[in-house]
């Protein structure tokens, strides 16, 4: 089993539609979760970054952490064709382990 | 605001060639790592390091070579390239935080081809 699962899609949404995005881990140590949007031909780029438990809002994307389920998302709302990339989830235990542990990556594409 | 920057962006290389990616980062972050991306493997560690003079193996750490002699490169050594290779290589760095993991930062890629 992977530490990490993520689900592959592709998934399609029309423009303006709020999208769900889902990461299950097995590892309880994990402590720090992070979401990257990667366009094609490009490296991963930072999108949201949290610690421990909770929700977080940037904008349009809001990232939320279910410790207890070993569960994390990424919603984004109000969708636009821009929005069209892979998604990678990532998540880290306490600090000094310097490891990353990065998900599958859902490719995501919004529709005009 | 350079970031992380990686040279080439493209390569072939027949079986057997070596050679070596370029990795430079411009933040200051004593943290530097490489991966690989695969289709349907995600990314995966193959070396990392913590500050000049420190390296250490990740998840696929064979056929590669590393070293840090500055805290700004990291160059990723192929010595006797072979088709299992071809692949898209990203360099990442953070910051260490005192008792935090800080985000990684990528930069834009490899895009290797062995023949």
């Known amino acids: 089993q992977k530490e990490v699962e993520q689900d592959p899609g592709p998934l399609s949404v029309p423009e303006g539609a709020i999208v769900s995005l889902n990461c299950t881990y097995s590892?309880?140590?994990?402590?720090?979760f992070m979401w990257y949007r990667q366009y094609s031909r490009k490296g991963p780029e930072l999108l949201m970054y949290?610690?421990?438990?909770g929700n977080k809002e940037d904008g349009r994307f809001t990232a939320q952490v279910d410790k207890s389920s070993k569960y994390i998302s990424l919603f984004i709302r109000d969708s636009q064709p821009s929005d069209s990339a892979t998604y990678l989830c990532?998540?880290?235990?306490?600090?000094?382990?310097?490891?990353?542990?990065f998900g599958t990556g859902t490719r995501l594409k919004v529709l005009a | 605001n350079a970031g992380v920057t990686q040279t080439p962006k493209f390569q072939v290389l027949k079986t057997g060639q070596s050679m070596t990616l370029q990795c430079a980062q411009d933040?200051?972050?004593?943290?530097m790592s490489w991966y690989r991306q695969d289709p349907g493997m995600g990314l995966r560690l193959i070396h990392y390091?913590?500050?000049?003079?420190?390296?250490d193996q990740g998840e696929v750490p064979n056929g590669y070579n590393v070293s840090r002699s500055t805290t700004e490169d990291f160059p990723l050594r192929l010595l006797s390239a072979a088709p299992s290779q071809t692949s898209v290589y990203f360099c990442?760095?953070?910051?260490?935080?005192?008792?935090?993991?800080?985000?990684?930062?990528f930069g834009n890629g490899t895009r290797l081809t062995v023949t």
């Open positions: 390091s913590v500050g000049a003079g420190i390296t």
């Open positions: 949290t610690y421990s438990s």
């Open positions: 990442a760095s953070s910051y260490v935080g005192q008792g935090y993991n800080s985000p990684l930062h």
């Open positions: 990532a998540m880290t235990e306490a600090s000094g382990t310097y490891k990353y542990i």
């Open positions: 933040m200051n972050h004593e943290y």
């Open positions: 590892n309880s140590a994990f402590q720090y």
